[in-house]
Structure formats: structure tokens, C-alpha cells
T-cell receptor, first 113, second 113 residues
């Protein structure tokens, strides 16, 4: 189906483990983004990508790594998970620089214990 | 830097009453502005967007917003609240050269019967 999908929907992991959150979009949008949502903070940008093989840090990048070898995929990796990374993570894509809007995935609720 | 401020983290209205959710932005360039709605445990759904066309923007579910450059505001309104409007609402603006969205911290709307 067309759209933007995130997996897994829910994840529980232990402190110190590596975990990867997946994001896949079917529109061939150039821009993709990762946000985290925390109570009292709204949504904050972790990383973004303007095209395949082009990524850059957002507001809160520490402890995260991204890659974008293919236009449609934009995985987010927590190299060594910490409890402060317990959050809801949203992936988004945009066909341009916002003039066509942004579409969000359903989110991944990550709990680090 | 671009910023978005939502006035009021919680707004409560009676069913049938006017809904007014306030949003102000800071920008040195004409912005793209968005309102999203988030229902519990769900992703973000686009309500409406302003991308430099008509200043009064109509969205889904009877919502509309007016872009006022002189006031740097983009308030969201609905003439008559419905119980199903209870959700969290986020105002967002496209950030500078990164092309990402910058979010306000959200306003939780409660609708009383």
C-alpha cells in the first residue's frame, strides 16, 4: 500500500542494547525526517535527510545514527539505548521543502528498561 | 531561529461552542504553516496548511485557520465543537534551509458534553 510505514509499532529493549527503528515510504519523497515526541516537549527533530546518502543532524541527535542508502528507507538506530530515549518516534516525509505538506507514519513507541 | 508558540497547553470547551486554538510563529521569511491533530495513541493527521496562497485556509472536519502576517499568527478555529474533536493539536512551521517542521508544544482540547 502507498504511504509511510514504521516498524515495529511497539518495542521494549534493555539499556545498552542497539535497536533500529524502520521507516519506509512509497512516494519517492526526497525529504525524510525522524522526530521524537515527549510530554512537555512536543515533537523534536532528531535527524533529517534531503536525499539518498544525504543526512544531517536535527535538534536532538545525540545517541542516534541514521542512514539512507535508498530513497524509500530511512532507518534510525539507537547505538546503546538509554532510559532517556524512551519516547514515541515518528518518521515523516515530504516531496519538496514543505510546500506539499508532510506525511507522518503511525509512530513507534519505544520503552528502554 | 524559527519558533512556534502555542498559547495554552489545555483548552476546554463545551460541545457546540467555538473552538479557538492559538498559534504564533517567528520567522524572517514567509512561512509554510500547518496544523496537525493527534488522537490518543495515534500518529499525526494533517488538518490544514498555509503555503502562501489564500490567507484563510479551510481544512478537514470543519476547521479553518487564518494567516495574519502582521500578528505572526495562525490560529485554528471551528465554529461548533463536537465530542470527536477532543484530541491534541499541534501547530508547526517549516524551518529554514533544512526543510523540516518545527512544532509547537501542543494544545490538548477537551470537549464537555
Amino acid at each position: 500500500d502507498a504511504g509511510i510505514t514504521q516498524s515495529p509499532r511497539y518495542k521494549i529493549t534493555e539499556t545498552g542494547r542497539q535497536v533500529t527503528l524502520m521507516c519506509h515510504q512509497t512516494w519517492s519523497h526526497s525529504y525524510m525526517f525522524w522526530y521524537r515526541q515527549d510530554l512537555g516537549h512536543g515533537l523534536r527533530l532528531i535527524y533529517y535527510s534531503a536525499a539518498a546518502d544525504i543526512t544531517d543532524k536535527g535538534e536532538v541527535p545525540d545517541g542516534y545514527v541514521v542512514s539512507r542508502s535508498k530513497t524509500e528507507n530511512f532507518p534510525l538506530t539507537l547505538e546503546s539505548a538509554t532510559r532517556s530515549q524512551t519516547s514515541v518516534y515518528f518518521c515523516a516525509s515530504s516531496g519538496g521543502q514543505g510546500q506539499y505538506g508532510y506525511t507522518f507514519g503511525s509512530g513507534t513507541r519505544l520503552t528502554v528498561v | 531561529a524559527q519558533s512556534v508558540t502555542q498559547l495554552g497547553s489545555h483548552v476546554s470547551v463545551s460541545e457546540g461552542a467555538l473552538v479557538l486554538l492559538r498559534c504564533n510563529y517567528s520567522s524572517s521569511v514567509p512561512p509554510y504553516l500547518f496544523w496537525y491533530v493527534q488522537y490518543p495513541n495515534q500518529g499525526l493527521q494533517l488538518l490544514l496548511k498555509y503555503t502562501s496562497a489564500a490567507t484563510l485556509v479551510k481544512g478537514i472536519n470543519g476547521f479553518e485557520a487564518e494567516f495574519k502576517k502582521s500578528e505572526t499568527s495562525f490560529h485554528l478555529t471551528k465554529p461548533s465543537a463536537h465530542m470527536s474533536d477532543a484530541a491534541e493539536y499541534f501547530c508547526a512551521a517549516r524551518g529554514g534551509s533544512q526543510g523540516n517542521l518545527i512544532f509547537g508544544k501542543g494544545t490538548k482540547l477537551s470537549v464537555k458534553p
